[in-house]
């Protein structure tokens, strides 16, 4: 949807846009993201298996359980599989 298809707020939105995008990098990022969370809202919950998964496999690549793949071999296997 473009500005066109949007009618008597047109103009509303346009100004928001036009002062938004005159603000410092900074404070236009912080916008993005202030915008970015009310589409996709944190879920508590799901933050905290992800913390209880990154802990797990932490321990793992700690205590030798499992061993490190460097990321461009990563890639690479990622191709060649991509490749066939």
């Known amino acids: 949807m473009d500005l066109t298809t949007l009618g008597a707020n047109n ?12 603000l410092p990098v900074d404070e236009r990022a912080l916008v993005v993201e202030s ?6 809202p944190i879920e508590a919950n799901i933050d905290e298996k ?12 700690d205590s030798g359980s499992v061993n490190p793949v ?14 066939k």
Do not use: C, T, Y
């Not at 915008?35 to 996709?40: I, Q």
């Open 35 to 40: 915008l970015l969370k009310s589409l996709n």
């Open 11 to 22: 103009m509303r939105l346009q100004d928001l846009i036009d002062e938004a995008s005159a």
């Open 50 to 61: 992800w913390v209880q998964v990154a802990e797990s496999r932490l321990h793992e690549l």
């Open 70 to 83: 460097p990321g461009d071999e990563v890639f690479r296997k990622i191709r060649s599989r991509l490749q």
